[in-house]
C-alpha cells in the first residue's frame, strides 16, 4: 500500500509541475519573439489557460508574464521610449501615423526612430536609456497610445 501511494505521488508530481509551479522567466527579447509583450499578469495566463488547451502557449505564458501584486504595473515608469516603425509600413497603421503628427509632441522623452521592416513598437528606456522592455502597438489606437505613454513615461522634469 505505501508504495502505491508512492507512485501515486510521484505522477501527481509529474502532472503539476508544467502548469507552472517550477516558473522559469525568458527574456524580453524571447517573449517578443513568441509573441508576447512582458505586459500581462501571470493571471492572465491562468484564464488563457481556461480557453485555450494549448498547454505549451499557456507554458510560455507563464514565462513571460508578470507576478500579480497590488498594483505591481501602475508603479513602473520609464525615462522614455522609442517609437520604432518602418516608414514604408506606415500606411497600414492610420493610428500609429495619427500619433506621430498630433500627439508625439507631448511627449519629449519619445523619439520616433524608422527602421527597416520593423512593426510598430515602443522600446521602453530606464534612467540610463537602456532597453528595458519592448511592447508591439500594432492594433494599439491612438487613445491607448497616449494613455500607455501617459501612465509609464515619467514626465520630464523642468530645469
Known amino acids: 500500500m505505501g508504495s502505491l ?3 501515486y505521488t510521484i505522477v501527481l508530481l509529474f502532472a503539476v509541475v508544467p ?4 516558473k522559469e522567466q525568458l527574456s524580453s527579447r524571447e517573449c517578443e519573439n513568441l509573441g508576447f509583450t512582458g505586459l500581462a499578469l501571470c493571471s492572465d495566463c491562468n484564464t488563457l489557460a481556461e480557453y485555450v488547451k494549448d ?27 522609442h517609437l520604432e516603425v518602418c516608414m514604408r509600413k506606415l500606411v497600414f497603421y ?3 501615423v495619427g ?4 500627439e508625439k509632441d507631448q511627449f519629449p522623452s519619445v523619439k520616433v526612430q524608422y527602421v527597416f521592416n520593423s512593426p510598430p513598437k515602443l522600446i521602453m528606456l ?7 522592455e519592448t511592447i508591439r502597438i500594432d492594433n494599439w489606437k491612438r487613445e491607448h497610445i497616449l494613455q500607455f ?11
Open 149 to 159: 505613454l501617459r501612465e509609464k513615461v515619467k514626465a520630464a522634469s523642468a530645469i
Open 99 to 102: 500619433f506621430i503628427e498630433e
Open 55 to 81: 498547454q505549451d502557449l499557456v507554458s510560455d505564458c507563464l514565462k513571460c508574464c508578470t507576478e500579480d501584486s497590488d498594483d505591481s504595473m501602475s508603479k513602473i515608469a520609464y525615462a522614455g521610449a
Open 19 to 22: 502548469l507552472g509551479i517550477a
Open 5 to 7: 501511494i508512492y507512485i
Open 94 to 96: 492610420p493610428e500609429i
Open 126 to 132: 530606464d534612467d540610463a536609456g537602456q532597453q528595458k
